[in-house]
């Protein structure tokens, strides 16, 4: 294009330069001689201008050969958006990582199952004639289970534990020897005020499930984005395709308008200045043409990008032609509707209210935290006790020999715990 318009530039001068009159079949042969040694220079000038960053730059690889063609209507561009759009894609995954963060927070209000089973030894030096021995060895077993849950309803928690254990000890006083306890406790506490209508958690789970509806919301908006945005960029690619394919005529005519006044000049009804502006304007639609093929290659990229999922994708490497052509037609336009189903079905609107019921759910909650806080708590266990029982006379010496002997065993301390010979229970309110 550069070298054109300097072979242009070239032989305009020399024919402006050169009088109307005296414009003969020598000068014409002059004015071709001048553009010829023109070219010739420009050509060595910028092979001597080339540097070796710029032949570095030069791609090695050959470019791949073209693609096939494809037909595409816009109903298939649609279709292929909705189902490889790399943003819907993204976007699709957005309400799926909201089910995690509810599944966690859900998750702290599920029941929390709680084992505990081990054995311990020791042994110790006693200081006292009560120890039952110079040395005191003590096996103990433990087996517990429990269960702990916090109540989504009213902010309250309860706990219900069942607790064993077996300790056996080279005490000769002792009166049980093993010892086997077991005990039931129950426990519930609830908030009276402070958090009794919300808490951190409760108020976190509220605001992320409408966080998930507003994901869900701007899900569907992107939807409509990118539809609208592939109907955009397919009419698009139709322009370019009939603007190319007009400047592609023009050129032709233009270049039919330079055949027929250099063959005009050789007869010698034309002059050689209108040759001249024919090529200038040849070579305006020739730039004009090779705009178009960009702006073409730009909208198809465009289109690409909207309908494929990588380069990967067969539809990227080939040449898309669009199948449909835009019709005109007049509708009646239901102003009135049109508000109605706005304010109905915008997806901004309906994110603007999901983000005015997350800001009450977190008013509520500060509003929540300014309460003082009284607490119910409430407790209440029982215990039972088993083991081999030694029995002393009443009034015998410290480590006499046993009189009688009792066996027992775990379920002894069961039928203890389920007559609530041993109970115990508490209740109390905390304020602050």
Request: aromatic residues 6%; glycine residues 6%; neutral net charge.
């Amino acid at each position: 294009m550069k070298t054109s318009c300097a072979l242009l530039t070239i032989v305009t001068v020399a024919v402006m330069g050169t009088p109307i009159a005296a414009q003969t079949t020598s000068e014409a042969a002059r004015v071709d001689q001048i553009a010829r040694e023109a070219a010739q220079k420009f050509a060595e000038a910028r092979t001597a201008g080339r540097t070796e960053a710029d032949e570095q730059t030069r791609p090695t690889v050959a470019p791949p050969p073209p693609g096939v063609r494809v037909e595409l209507t816009l109903d298939n561009a649609v279709e292929r958006a909705l189902d490889r759009n790399l943003d819907l894609a993204v976007e699709r995954l957005t309400p799926q990582t909201y089910d995690y963060s509810l599944a966690g927070l859900d998750a702290t209000f599920h029941p929390n199952l709680i084992s505990t089973f081990g054995t311990r030894s020791q042994t110790t030096f006693t200081r006292s004639q009560t120890a039952g021995g110079d040395i005191l060895s003590t096996d103990t077993l433990t087996a517990n289970n429990g269960v702990q849950q916090n109540l989504k309803w009213g902010g309250g928690s309860y706990a219900l534990a069942f607790n064993n254990t077996r300790q056996e000890q080279s005490d000769l006083f002792a009166t049980r020897n093993p010892v086997l306890n077991t005990n039931l406790f129950m426990a519930f506490s609830q908030p009276l005020l402070r958090s009794l209508r919300t808490d951190a958690v409760r108020t976190q789970l509220k605001i992320t499930k409408i966080n998930q509806e507003m994901s869900e919301t701007q899900l569907r908006a992107t939807v409509v984005r990118t539809v609208a945005n592939v109907r955009n960029a397919y009419w698009d690619l139709v322009f370019a395709i009939q603007a190319e394919e007009v400047a592609q005529n023009s050129l032709q005519l233009a270049t039919k308008l330079v055949e027929d006044n250099r063959a005009r000049v050789e007869v010698g009804t034309l002059a050689p200045l209108d040759v001249t502006q024919a090529e200038a304007e040849q070579a305006n639609r020739r730039g004009t043409l090779a705009q178009a093929r960009a702006t073409h290659g730009t909208a198809e990229l465009a289109l690409k990008r909207l309908i494929v999922n990588g380069t990967e994708d067969p539809y990227w490497s080939a040449n898309i032609e669009p199948v449909d052509r835009p019709t005109y037609s007049t509708e009646t336009v239901d102003v009135a509707g049109a508000v109605r189903r706005a304010l109905s079905s915008r997806t901004d609107l309906e994110q603007s209210k999901k983000q005015v019921q997350s800001n009450d759910v977190s008013i509520k909650s500060l509003s929540d935290a300014q309460l003082p806080a009284l607490d119910l708590t409430a407790s209440y266990g029982l215990a039972g006790i088993g083991g081999t029982q030694f029995v002393r006379p009443p009034g015998s010496a410290l480590g006499a020999a046993p009189s009688q002997i009792i066996p027992s065993g775990f379920s002894d301390a069961l039928g203890l715990l389920t007559d609530a010979r041993a109970p115990g229970w508490n209740l109390q309110l905390n304020f602050s």
